[in-house]
């Protein structure tokens, strides 16, 4: 830490006042968190309260009480607190693009694809290892048709859907809606709404390569 004189920084009047207590003698003076209320500081309170909103956000969508306990590590009874007690502002979640930018924009964009995927009756991926882009519009030139094949149910093949797109060994699929592909093509879109999802090892490839072509 770099020390300074107090003679060049601190009011004549102040200082002399400084001198009372402390001449000769190097002190530190803290940083104020005047303001922060408990748990600011640290950035525990917002951690706190984005689980919390994950909690009422899944509780809302269907899971119970003890499945929720369980995934959280935490006793049924803080469960019925978080998602009885306070009213938690969570987005409110439908199959739309509309749904998916409010949760996007709450930092909970990973939320709205668990529980979209989990209504099509499909488990969440493993996403650990891709980096997730934020809600863009992606030009559908660059995804590829194979997956025809994996049709996906009628409800997902709504033009309000976001579609979800991996972006792996140099290609990009959507794998889980095949059925909303197929029809925004035959409808001759250019472009829609996704979430993009890249390996973290191909991240720099694909964002050198590609990043130019999304728009928010």
């Known amino acids: 830490m770099k020390y300074e004189n107090a003679k060049d920084i601190l009011p004549a009047k102040l ?3 400084v001198q ?4 000769g003698k190097v002190i530190y003076i803290p940083r104020t968190d005047k303001g922060r209320g408990w748990g600011e500081a640290s950035g525990y309170r917002e951690k706190l309260n984005k689980r919390n909103t994950l909690i009422c956000s899944r509780y809302s969508a269907g899971q119970s009480v003890m499945e929720l306990a369980e995934g959280f590590f935490l006793s049924p009874e803080t469960i019925k607190k978080i998602v009885y007690g306070k009213k938690v ?5 439908s199959n739309s693009v509309t749904s998916a930018a409010q949760y996007a924009a709450a930092g909970m964009g990973e939320e709205w694809v668990r529980i979209y995927l989990q209504t099509l009756g499909h488990e969440m991926p493993e996403l650990s290892e891709y980096f997730m882009s934020e809600l863009v519009r992606i030009p ?3 995804i590829e048709t194979k997956d025809f094949s994996k049709m996906d149910g009628g409800e997902a093949a709504s033009f309000e ?3 979800l797109v991996f972006y ?3 290609e990009f699929s959507a794998p889980y809606q095949a059925a909303l592909f197929g029809k925004l093509k035959a409808e001759k879109k250019n472009a829609h709404y996704a979430f993009v999802f890249a390996r973290n090892q191909e991240y720099g490839y694909f964002w050198k390569n590609y ?4 728009q928010r």
């Open 140 to 142: 559908l030139r660059l």
């Open 20 to 23: 009372k207590y402390a001449e």
């Open 168 to 170: 792996e060994k140099g």
């Open 211 to 214: 990043g130019k072509n999304f």
């Open 89 to 93: 502002e969570t987005p409110m979640f």
């Open 161 to 163: 859907v976001p579609l």
């Open 15 to 17: 200082l002399e006042e």
